[in-house]
T-cell receptor, first 112, second 112 residues
Framework: GAGVSQSPSNKVTEKGKDVELRCDPI?????LYWYRQSLGQGLEFLIY????????KSGLPSDRFSAERTGGSVSTLTIQRTQQEDSAVYLC??????????FGPGTRLLVL | GDSVTQMEGPVTLSEEAFLTINCTYT??????LFWYVQYPGEGLQLLLK?????DKGSNKGFEATYRKETTSFHLEKGSVQVSDSAVYFC???????????FGTGTRLTIIP
């Protein structure tokens, strides 16, 4: 079946603009995760969804970052008033309840 | 909190050489351990995993053994190929739907 998909694959924006990143998990996967991969910080956890609720938001770096998940499927990560330090690859992963997380190809965000 | 310490890269080897990438961890309880690989231009893929002490994960000629006494999960391959060139990430999960905690990644380059 189809894997995790993310869109857009690349996004260039100007400092101060808002961006929305989308993740479509593997069908039937109940858990969804967002991570960020940046040069200085490696791979960092951002937020975890179980169904539509987010029991762990501990990795969101500031209140400019938010995420939601609807229908237990698609998730959107929103970054408001983007800053240059937000430039990174944003990765989404999903799992059916086991420990193995399956990753999407990522969205590469560049804030000018 | 949980942490993963991974061998610094980059690592450059000749084809058919023996590979070891060291990984040690700190975690509460009994985590599951993973190696993920990121080939050039591609997303993160699970390479292998082990869920309890003394388990050996293996895939594509790679192996890693979960050593509780040394809190290690070193990645090994007996004879590397050019196609193994990638970035390798060691990671742990403290159970269930918990987030993954990653090491910093090791870039491996195999020269013919």
């Amino acid at each position: 079946g189809a894997g995790v998909s993310q869109s857009p694959s690349n996004k260039v924006t100007e400092k101060g603009k808002d961006v929305e990143l989308r993740c479509d998990p593997i069908s039937g996967h109940t858990a969804l995760y967002w991570y960020r991969q940046s040069l200085g910080q490696g791979l960092e956890f951002l937020i975890y969804f179980q169904g539509n609720s987010a029991p762990d938001k501990s990795g969101l770096p500031s209140d400019r970052f938010s995420a939601e998940r609807t229908g237990g499927s698609v998730s959107t990560l929103t970054i408001q008033r983007t800053q240059q330090e937000d430039s990174a690859v944003y990765l989404c992963a999903s799992t059916s309840g086991g420990e193995t997380q399956y990753f999407g190809p990522g969205t590469r965000l560049l804030v000018l | 909190g949980d942490s993963v310490t991974q061998m610094e890269g980059p690592v450059t080897l000749s084809e058919e050489a023996f590979l070891t990438i060291n990984c040690t961890y700190t975690a509460t309880g009994y985590p599951s351990l993973f190696w993920y690989v990121q080939y050039p231009g591609e997303g993160l893929q699970l390479l292998l995993k082990a869920t309890k002490a003394d388990d050996k994960g293996s895939n594509k000629g790679f192996e890693a053994t979960y050593r509780k006494e040394t809190t290690s999960f070193h990645l090994e391959k007996g004879s590397v190929q050019v196609s193994d060139s990638a970035v390798y990430f060691c990671a742990l999960n403290s159970g269930g739907n918990e987030k993954l905690t990653f090491g910093t990644g090791t870039r491996l380059t195999i020269i013919p």
